[in-house]
């Protein structure tokens, strides 16, 4: 599933056709995706300007002339192409399928700066969209109880720190829990530990002071750097440049079960916790 460097750079990608420009038409090949369409989605949307296009935790947001907002999430196989004048694909997976029309089920039409079409494609349907009034974002069932956002200034090593202090949880399960900290995932929770030197399974709560601030600056640099390289699923850079995603050729140890750890040389390790793969170093991480 795609994580916040991946919804960034999709969102960087779209950006550009989407800010300032109008819904023109909207079509809907189906009732559902993931869940059903809001009521009148598509009149709801036809006519409104896009004055924002923002990311929060793993949606993007695209808060509209009519005071509501349309949250798109992309599920594990969302993907959106835009054919204008310069067709680009900011939603690929490196491991997708080649595209089926058979799955393109929501078509946008724009009109402002660059018209365009934008299409989004699912195969499984995971994704989803809504609309919600813009001034009860915060207050509605998709954030109520969001964490800070990793990169933004409420998280800092001291919140960090305090959000941890009584969970009893395992660290690598306190990483993905969307209210301490949103948007990372599997990933780069794994690349983060890593980096600074904490046991995926250590307990929660005991990472704290100088471990804890470790582990707060790791998750922003990995972050930071993931999305510099247009993440690690995806094949479009943000800038629609034709640069490819390739933070995954930087994985030190996610996905590398039995390869060698890039600073002790001894073989990447292999747990499940709560059903997640995670990846560390016996050695370098305690």
Same mark, same amino acid.
């Given at each position: 599933m795609p994580e916040l460097p991946e919804v960034e750079t999709v969102r960087r990608g779209l950006e550009p056709v989407l800010l300032g420009a109008r819904f023109k038409t909207v079509t809907t090949r189906r009732a559902d995706l993931r869940f059903p369409f809001p009521p009148r989605f598509t009149q709801r949307l036809v006519g409104a300007r896009v004055g924002a296009f923002v990311r929060r935790g793993k949606y993007m947001i695209a808060e509209l002339s009519t005071g509501e907002s349309l949250i798109l999430h992309l599920g594990m196989t969302g993907r959106f192409t835009v054919d204008g004048a %310069? %067709?680009?694909?900011?939603? &690929?997976?490196?491991? *997708?399928?080649? $595209?089926?029309? %058979?799955?393109?089920h929501v078509l946008f039409e724009v009109a402002g700066g660059a018209p365009a079409r934008i299409i989004y494609n699912d195969p499984r349907r995971f994704g989803f969209m809504d609309l919600v009034e813009t001034a009860g974002l915060e207050a509605s069932a998709h954030f109520a109880g969001m964490g800070p956002e990793p990169l933004g200034p409420g998280f800092t090593a001291e919140t960090f720190n305090a959000s941890l202090r009584n969970k009893t949880a395992p660290i690598k399960a306190a990483l993905l829990d969307q209210r301490i900290v949103a948007g990372v995932g599997n990933i780069y929770a794994c690349e983060a530990l890593f980096r600074a030197g904490v046991s995926p399974k250590r307990r929660a709560a005991s990472v704290s002071g100088q471990r804890g601030a470790r582990l707060w600056r790791a998750v922003r640099e990995v972050l930071v750097e993931a999305i510099e390289a247009g993440g690690s699923t995806l094949r479009d850079f943000a800038a629609s440049d034709g640069a490819q995603g390739g933070f995954q050729q930087r994985f030190s140890v996610y996905d590398r079960e039995g390869e060698p750890c890039p600073v002790? *040389?001894? $073989? &990447?390790? %292999?747990?499940v916790q709560a059903g997640r793969s995670s990846f560390y170093c016996g050695t370098c991480q305690c």
């Open positions: %310069r %067709r680009s694909d900011p939603g &690929v997976f490196y491991y *997708a399928e080649p $595209p089926d029309p %058979r799955h393109d002790c *040389a001894r $073989p &990447v390790r %292999r747990i």
